[in-house]
C-alpha cells in the first residue's frame, strides 16, 4: 500500500514539474515574442521619423497655401510623433495583464504617423505637380 502511495506521489510531483516547465517555457516565449514587437514598433517608428524628416525638405521648397497645409501636417506630425515616443515607452514598461492594451495604442499611433507621412507626400507631389 506504501509503495502504491508512493507511486502516486511521484507521479502527481513529476506532473507538477513537467508543468511548471512548460509554463516556464510558455512565459519566455511570450516575453521573447513582446521583445520582438516592441523592437518592430521601434524600427517603423525611426523609419517613419526618417521619411518624414527627408520630406521636410520639400516644405521648405512650396509656396503659399501649399507651404501652409505641408507646414501643418508636419506641426501634427510633430505631435503625433512625441505621442508615439510616450505610446513606445507605455509598451516597454507594460506588464503581462497591460500589454494588449498598450500594444494597440502602440499601432495606432503609428498608423496615425504613417497617414500624416502619406498625406504630406500626397501634398508635397502636388506642389511638384502644379509647377
Known amino acids: ?28 516565449s511570450a516575453a521573447a515574442q513582446r521583445q520582438e514587437e516592441e523592437k518592430a514598433a521601434e524600427k517603423k517608428l525611426a523609419d517613419i521619423n526618417k521619411s518624414m524628416e527627408e520630406l521636410a525638405g520639400e516644405i521648405r521648397k512650396a509656396e503659399g497655401k501649399t507651404q501652409a497645409e505641408m507646414n501643418r501636417l508636419y506641426e501634427e506630425f510633430k505631435v503625433k510623433q512625441k505621442e508615439a515616443g510616450k505610446e513606445l515607452e507605455q509598451l516597454r514598461k507594460s ?3 497591460t500589454w494588449e492594451k498598450a500594444k494597440m495604442k502602440m499601432d495606432k499611433a503609428l498608423e496615425d504617423l504613417n497617414g ?10 502636388e506642389k511638384g505637380e502644379a509647377k
Open 95 to 97: 506588464t503581462n495583464e
Open 1 to 28: 500500500m506504501l509503495r502504491k502511495l508512493g507511486i502516486v506521489i511521484m507521479c502527481a510531483f513529476t506532473a507538477v514539474v513537467v508543468c511548471s516547465a512548460s509554463a516556464i517555457a510558455e512565459a519566455q
Open 116 to 125: 500624416l507621412y502619406e498625406r504630406s507626400k500626397a501634398k508635397s507631389k
